[in-house]
């Protein structure tokens, strides 16, 4: 399974290979693990600049699966659409709390605050931050998001 991206910037090309490894008898640390899939991705830059390189996954889904390439690629929507904003706009990875109880308390707040600004701020073109900025900045714009 081999597919290609044309970026303005460089080539893409990515490869997966999946092997069965229900045979092995790891079953005790992940029950019903049947697959390993890595994936090779080679990137050129305009200026002949090549690199290369291997991510593993194991996954409960049988290796001959067609699916398990768009597993791969929506995998990482989970941290383009959540992780990164909360680091990018909320600066989650600057917090030091200490305690455990608090850090999870205030990750639970910083995610609510996230999906409300998200499903009730409808702006075109307004960005995450630029939503929560519009919400501190003006009680009107904040009663109206949480409301």
């Known amino acids: 399974m081999t597919s290609y ?10 490869r997966y290979f999946t092997c069965n490894i229900s045979h092995l008898g790891i079953d005790e640390k992940w029950p ?3 697959t ?8 050129s830059t305009p200026r002949s600049t ?6 593993y996954y194991i996954t409960s889904h049988s290796a001959k699966n067609s699916d398990l390439v768009n597993y791969v690629r929506n995998h990482w929507n989970i ?5 990164w904003v909360l680091d990018v ?7 030091l709390k200490a305690e455990r109880k608090s850090a999870q308390s205030f990750a639970t707040l910083r995610r609510i605050a996230l999906n409300i600004a998200r499903v009730k701020d409808q702006t075109p073109k307004r960005s995450v931050r630029r939503k929560m900025m519009c919400a501190a900045w003006n009680e009107d714009n904040l009663l109206k998001l949480l409301t």
């Open 5 to 14: 991206n044309v970026c303005y910037t460089k080539l893409l090309r990515r």
């Open 36 to 43: 390993a899939i890595a994936v090779e991705t080679i990137s």
């Open 50 to 55: 090549i690199t290369a390189d291997w991510r």
């Open 79 to 83: 941290e383009n659409k959540l992780h």
């Open 89 to 95: 706009q909320m600066k989650e990875d600057d917090d």
């Open 32 to 34: 019903g693990l049947k």
